[in-house]
């Protein structure tokens, strides 16, 4: 019944930045968790970066000084701050979602957004 839209995608060069956002579709009764996944080709999915409504973070160790993660409680969305990318940054990103919707408390995730960093 909920939906994730995720947007911000694309070509990037070493060292630029990009910024994601993702967009919640349907009636969401309490939030817990917003967060960042991705997977490149031939890689287990990785957990990017999450944030709580009361902004606790945590980052994979590979992305730490680099990535910043932020909400916006109101609107219910939240986005991927991505500087000093680099190649092995490469991979398709899912915008995820832990919630209790009607009753029951699940993992949400988008259709992924590809970002691609590259000379």
């Known amino acids: 019944q909920v939906r994730l839209e995720e947007s911000g995608g694309g070509l990037v060069q070493p060292g630029g930045s990009l910024r994601l956002s993702c967009a919640p579709h349907?009636?969401?009764?309490?939030?817990?968790?917003m967060g960042w996944d991705r997977q490149a080709p031939g890689n287990e999915r990785e957990l990017v970066a999450t944030?709580?409504?009361?902004?606790?973070?945590n980052y994979a160790e590979s992305v730490k000084g680099r990535f910043t993660i932020d909400r916006d409680n109101a609107k219910t969305t939240w986005s991927l701050q991505m500087n000093s990318l680099k190649p092995e940054d490469t991979a398709v990103y899912y915008c995820?979602?832990?919630?209790?919707?009607?009753?029951?408390?699940?993992?949400?995730w988008g259709q992924g957004t590809q970002v691609t960093v590259s000379q």
């Open positions: 995820n979602l832990d919630a209790t919707v009607l009753g029951t408390r699940r993992n949400y």
């Open positions: 349907g009636m969401i009764s309490v939030v817990h968790a």
């Open positions: 944030i709580t409504p009361s902004g606790s973070t």
